[in-house]
């Protein structure tokens, strides 16, 4: 876990708000969708989803996500031609446990 990566990728209220919906999916994208094919939240919420719902272009959704995956707050997956993000629940609390010893 490198923290400075962290601080730099949370800086952005977007990025933040990714992380946001990515803890609880289910109320802020469409289950059904996955479910109809054959997939769940578990493995991630898909790009074009984010990026529709953050109401930003594919490009800067794209960066943001990569910026979040290099800091290691995201995980992704690759599934046919979509790619799916996750948050990374280890990072997160390695990170929280960080600054409630450091800060």
Do not use: H
């Not at 876990?1 to 609880?24: D, F, G, H, V």
């Not at 996500?65 to 800091?71: G, V």
Request: glycine fraction near 6%; proline fraction near 2%; charge should be neutral.
């Amino acid at each position: 876990m490198e923290p400075s990566l962290i601080y730099k990728a949370l800086s952005n209220e977007t990025r933040c708000q990714i992380m946001l919906w990515l803890k609880n999916p289910d109320e802020f994208f469409d289950e059904q969708s996955y479910l109809q094919q054959g997939l769940n939240f578990r493995i991630g919420v898909c790009v074009g989803d984010i990026q529709t719902k953050a109401g930003l272009t594919q490009s800067v959704i794209s960066s943001y996500l990569s910026t979040m995956q290099k800091a290691g707050l995201l995980e992704s997956e690759r599934i046919g031609k979509w790619t799916y993000y996750r948050r990374n629940e280890k990072t997160i609390q390695e990170f929280s446990e960080y600054i409630q010893k450091t800060l």
